[in-house]
């Protein structure tokens, strides 16, 4: 069996991509009314068993990868910095050697990209981006699924960014290069998304809008996309509070987008900060939707690491 690194969107390509949206509508169509814990009837992963470690807090990336990986019929072992021999300073790629004798696969959820480039340097196992301070490639996976299942097609979709350009946006622009979408931010100056994501996306054939005007990016969007504004791991920084409130996804806003756009949030959310209680709560927030759909886009992530798909 090959394997594959997913650090990045473009590690798999956009006919990868494709297959893990259809494998993922396809499996989770299988299981409708199937209990949680259920292995697929094919368990593709029997016997597997991958090494979930994270430096970085997790409730949906944790879950959702350990609920993928029982539903494929493998295994999981968590490890965090406090409890493991990285939080005392044992190297990225003596981790990554010990843990490729031990598992089948590696999912990390770090703050530096430089480091989860080392543990796969080194791993002779697939090693999956579960988060890093520069992209969240399996989130933009399932953000996809979620917008195909609201019956919009990726090619020409409209999707309007508000508030940090942070590692969400960052690999939903890599996405819109891949799936030839539009992307439009809008951000306070000096929060803008970095510009290689930016340039790869009109690379791609993207058109990227670049504005400090809110109502300008929403205007006619089928899909609008915030964020928290503060970070994990960054100061609660007034100032960048301050700075991003002209940018708050709220009910003004939505009317300036099409009448059946969608919200998106990536979650935890801070309800009353970057989104208005009565967007969240309302018929057009698809967010749970959204959180869900993470254990699917994880199962085919997964395969395709283990070169099962695609």
């Known amino acids: 069996m090959t394997y594959q690194h997913f650090l990045d969107l473009s590690d798999a390509g956009a006919n990868a991509i494709a297959a893990m949206i259809n494998d993922a509508i396809d499996r989770k169509a299988v299981r409708a009314r199937w209990g949680k814990g259920q292995p697929d009837g094919d368990a593709p992963l029997a016997g597997k068993v991958i090494a979930l470690v994270f430096e970085k807090n997790s409730t949906r990336t944790r879950v959702s990868f350990d609920i993928a990986m029982r539903q494929l019929g493998g295994t999981v072992l968590f490890l965090d910095s406090s409890s493991s021999q990285l939080g005392r300073g044992e190297t990225i790629a003596d981790t990554a050697r010990v843990l490729s004798r031990m598992v089948d696969a590696i999912m990390l959820r770090t703050d530096d990209h430089a480091k989860i480039e080392e543990m796969a340097r080194h791993a002779s196992v697939p090693v999956i981006?579960?988060?890093?301070?520069?992209?969240?490639?399996?989130?933009?996976?399932?953000?996809?699924?979620?917008?195909?299942?609201?019956?919009?097609?990726?090619?020409?979709?409209?999707?309007?960014?508000?508030?940090?350009?942070?590692?969400?946006?960052?690999?939903?622009?890599?996405?819109?290069?891949?799936?030839?979408?539009?992307?439009?931010?809008?951000?306070?100056?000096?929060?803008?998304?970095?510009?290689?994501?930016?340039?790869?996306?009109?690379?791609?054939?993207?058109?990227?809008?670049?504005?400090?005007?809110?109502?300008?990016?929403?205007?006619?969007?089928?899909?609008?996309?915030?964020?928290?504004?503060?970070?994990?791991?960054?100061?609660?920084?007034?100032?960048?509070?301050?700075?991003?409130?002209?940018?708050?996804?709220?009910?003004?806003?939505?009317?300036?987008?099409?009448?059946?756009?969608?919200?998106?949030?990536?979650?935890?959310?801070?309800?009353?900060?970057?989104?208005?209680?009565?967007?969240?709560?309302g018929s057009q927030s698809v967010v749970f939707d959204e959180a869900e759909n993470r254990i699917h886009a994880q199962k085919s992530v997964l395969l395709w690491s283990f070169g099962l798909l695609g």
């Open 129 to 281: 981006n579960g988060l890093t301070d520069r992209s969240h490639p399996c989130q933009i996976v399932a953000d996809l699924l979620t917008v195909i299942e609201h019956g919009k097609a990726l090619p020409g979709l409209e999707l309007a960014w508000f508030g940090d350009g942070n590692n969400v946006l960052h690999s939903i622009l890599e996405a819109a290069g891949l799936m030839k979408f539009n992307v439009r931010v809008a951000t306070p100056a000096g929060f803008e998304p970095d510009s290689e994501f930016v340039e790869m996306a009109r690379a791609g054939g993207a058109t990227v809008t670049l504005t400090s005007d809110a109502s300008e990016a929403a205007r006619g969007a089928d899909v609008l996309v915030t964020d928290t504004w503060i970070s994990m791991g960054q100061a609660d920084a007034a100032e960048k509070r301050s700075a991003m409130e002209p940018f708050q996804v709220n009910s003004t806003l939505m009317v300036e987008a099409k009448s059946d756009a969608i919200f998106l949030h990536c979650l935890p959310a801070h309800v009353g900060e970057e989104v208005s209680e009565d967007v969240f709560e």
